[in-house]
């Protein structure tokens, strides 16, 4: 093998290297985001079953009260 070929080899490993070292990152970067937006998603899920909870509520007080007016 000539020194040439050599060079050029060595280059596309550093490339290589370089570009796995900007992936890993990325991969880093998502797997962070991704433990954010699932906080989140699981924190709207606890605020839904709340509101939930409360139209539930509000129901059957409108009822009791629908009831007590047709006792009238």
Do not use: P, Y
């Not at 991704?34 to 509520?57: C, D, F, G, P, S």
């Amino acid at each position: 093998m000539s020194l040439e070929i050599l060079d050029q080899l060595e280059g596309k490993i550093r490339q290589a290297v370089e570009t796995i070292q900007l992936l890993q990152l990325e991969v880093e970067e998502l797997k962070e985001k991704n433990t954010q937006v699932n906080a989140a998603n699981e924190t709207l899920r606890n605020e839904n079953e709340q509101l939930k909870a409360e139209h539930n509520n509000w129901q059957d007080r409108l009822r009791s009260l629908l009831g007590q007016i047709d006792n009238v």
